[in-house]
Every structure is written in structure tokens, then in C-alpha cells.
């Protein structure tokens, strides 16, 4: 079944405790992306990925790492996360951005810091 | 950069009713509007895009229109059912990096 998936799906940490959130795809897609979305801001972008070992700064990449060394996997790395961080993250991805492709989510991840 | 704005931010009708979101956007080399739905607890998901070179798309009781001079699309949902409540989010993509800007979302509640 062509998905993207992400793990955990639920996350509760404290201040500072360094996590990674996974995300890997299994349809050879090109672009992958990282959203967060908070109530009433919508869908915000922290970083993308326009191929393996390409990645740029999304809206608000503050606080946030990502890496692409393998095309399926797009891993979100929080070094040193804080309460403001508390948000639901999602992964995206799709056959690639110039070809103005639908973006498929993943499930989700719902992160809290304490 | 692209500016996407949505509105309402919350939208109720009842059962049979139409909806109306709108979204405006600021970037004239934008070329690509999708719309995505999420309901409650999950992932948002393609349900109708367009395309510059198109004024109006219709799929079953959705449809979206595009004003590419106002610099603004709307979406339609006609005979509107309990389960088109969700979260809808419009989108704008294009300009040198191909990035795409979502709105904040409009939440729809249908009253059965």
C-alpha cells in the first residue's frame, strides 16, 4: 500500500531532551516536506526536500534539523526541544514539487514538551 | 514570498445547504491551487485542485473557480452532508521554488 508514514504517532518529553520524529515513504517520491500545524495558523512549513541530500529552510525552521540521506526517508530532529514546540507535525511528500503534484500526509504526530 | 488568505475560519450550514470558502493570494506567478480536507483527528487530503490555465473544476458536488486577475479561488460544496464537516485548507503553488503556501483553514460544521 502506498503511504507515508511517521512514528511515534504520540510523543510527551520534557525541555531539552533531544528526539528525532521518523518519517519514511515508500512511493520513490522526490519531495518531502515538514508541517506543523497549531490552531489557528494552519499548515506551517519547517523544512523540505527536493531530493536526496537537498533540503531548505520551510517558514519556521527555527529549532528544527532535518537530513535526507536516502530517498524514503525524511527524519525531523528536535536538539533541544521547548514547550513552544508542542504542536501536531506532519510529514508530506510527492512526486515532485515542480510538477505540481498532490502532497500526501502522513498521519501525524502529536508532540508535547514539557 | 506567497500570502494565502482564508475566510471564513469557520463556517456552519445545514444539511442540503451550500458552502462557500474563498482564499486569496498574493503572488501573480502562483499557477496551482489545490484544496485539502482534514477531519477530525486525521490527515488533510487532496480533494480538488486547478490549474491557472483553468477558470473552473467540478467534481461531483465540489467544485473550485479561479480569478487569476483578482488573484483569488473559491471552493463550492453543493447539497452539503454531515460528513463534509471538517477542517478545509486552500493552497497556492509556483514561483521560482515551486513553493506551496496553505491558508490557515476554514473549520465547516454541517447540522444534520
Redesign the interface.
Known sequence: EAQVTQNPRYLITVTGKKLTVTCSQNMNHEYM?W?RQDP??????IYYSMNVEVTDKGDVPEGYKVSRKEKRNFPLILESPSPNQTSLY?CASSLS??G?N??F????TRLTVL | GENVE?HP?TLSVQEGDSAVIKCTYSDSAS??F?WYKQELG?????II?I?SNVGEKKDQRIAVTLNKTAKHFSLHITETQPEDSAVY?CAA?GGSN????????TLLTVNP
Open positions: 516536506s508541517y489557528g495558523l494552519g499548515l506551517r512549513q506532519f514539487l515542480a505540481y498532490e502532497q500526509f502522513g498521519p501525524g | 482564508q475560519s499557477n496551482y489545490p486525521k490527515r488533510p487530503q487532496l485542485d490549474r485548507f503553488q515551486y513553493k506551496l503556501t496553505f491558508g490557515k483553514g
